[in-house]
């Protein structure tokens, strides 16, 4: 955020968290273990006011890394509030399915949820755009347009109407292209293929002549061995690894073309955050920002290894998909975001921010970091 934003986000909290006190002190209860005896814009911290939510999470519950984002958020703002805040963290499918936790949080049966936001493409295809684009931006230039280059903005401006304040909540690392019990040595051997693949990706697979399934990640593995699908696509060597596709698909190919670096998020039920005092609402966002990081280390320190693992002790069969595949992917995944900018006026405006946003830093991307990969540096 800049500065002169974040100042303003700063008095703006502020003169909302005591407007919102006065204006919820009557109807204390909701959500609260100790009602308030002071006056009714006493600062919260003084009452000791308690807050207990609720989190739905778009992951399989014993999911490592990813689902232990969300479990780490609720531990820091619970030591950071002294217990003022409390939140249960539930899977998917534990209370609602994993793909309606947007939907709830939206309604308000649960205050907070932790999800990726090109899961809610069929409500707003603009999210999209905040989690991955085929051949787009990497986590560190994600990371960029979202927090310093006006994209965070953005994305609280489409998830307004549904009641939902985002937040960055994590970044996967570069994907891996996923699992296939074929080879894929000319874009022809994608036709027909039923692939468990999310967001624009999965449109880019349908364009080549393949099924994109959308599911959720507890359900893949049973998918997968039971010829549901025929392919699938999940995050990168270690969490492909815990998931153990290599027991049921002979190769992994890479790179992930379409999620260079999926941005995670946590949406946040618009009323139940403007209930905290400023100083809560602080606190949910300074322990979103550390999970928003330590998700993209945990990934980068972990993948090789389990890469390795896959390989030496699982003898995978690890390839690279041909370039003349990627090419087309390419060439498909432009015209997949024309068509979605062209139906969504919304989604051009989020699609020229991002693509102008990474023009402007690409240049820079060309004569540093990308020749400590091409020259091996
Ligand atoms: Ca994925």
């Known amino acids: ?205 349908s364009k080549a002549g393949g099924s994109a399934v959308l599911s959720a990640g507890g359900e893949i593995y049973t998918n997968l061995e039971r010829g549901v699908i025929d392919a699938t696509e999940w995050i990168g060597p270690f969490h492909d690894y815990t998931m153990g596709f290599y027991k049921i698909a002979k190769y992994y190919y890479y790179p992930g073309w379409h999620e260079p670096g999926t941005n995670l998020e946590f949406f946040i039920n618009r009323p139940a955050f403007e209930q905290l005092p400023s100083d809560l609402r602080e606190m949910v966002r300074n322990a979103a920002a550390r999970v928003h990081y330590w998700m993209l280390c945990e990934s980068e320190s972990r993948n090789n290894l389990y890469l390795q693992k896959l390989v030496k002790e699982e003898n995978v069969d690890l390839r690279p998909f041909p370039s003349e595949v990627l090419e087309q992917l390419r060439a498909y995944s432009a015209e997949v975001i024309e068509e979605v900018v062209q139906k969504d006026a919304q989604s051009r405006k989020i699609h020229d921010a991002y693509t102008a946003f990474r023009h402007q830093i690409t240049p820079w991307a060309d004569i540093s970091e990308r020749l400590y990969y091409t020259e091996n540096l």
């Open 1 to 205: 955020m800049k500065d002169q934003s974040r100042r303003d986000f700063l008095k703006h909290s502020l003169q909302a968290g005591a407007a919102s006190l006065a204006l919820s002190a009557p109807l204390l209860g909701t959500g609260c273990s100790t009602p308030s005896s002071g006056p009714v814009d006493a600062p919260a911290v003084q009452t000791g006011k308690k807050f207990q939510w609720k989190m739905l999470t778009t992951w399989p519950p014993t999911l490592p890394v990813i689902q232990d984002g969300p479990k780490l958020f609720a531990q820091s703002v619970k030591e950071m509030s002294s217990g003022r805040l409390e939140i249960q963290v539930y899977g998917g499918g534990e209370l609602v399915p994993a793909l309606e936790a947007f939907g709830a949080v939206s309604q308000g049966t649960a205050e907070i949820g932790h999800g990726a936001s090109y899961y809610w493409a069929g409500k707003i295809p603009a999210a999209q755009f905040f989690a991955a684009v085929p051949f787009g931006m990497n986590p560190q230039q994600m990371n960029a347009w979202i927090i310093s280059g006006g994209g965070l903005e953005l994305w609280e401006e489409i998830y307004a109407p549904f009641n939902l304040i985002p937040l960055p909540g994590g970044n996967t690392a570069i994907q891996m292209g996923g699992w296939f019990n074929k080879e894929i040595n000319s874009v022809n051997d994608l036709k027909g293929l039923k692939m468990r693949i999310p967001g624009l990706g999965g449109k880019v697979i």
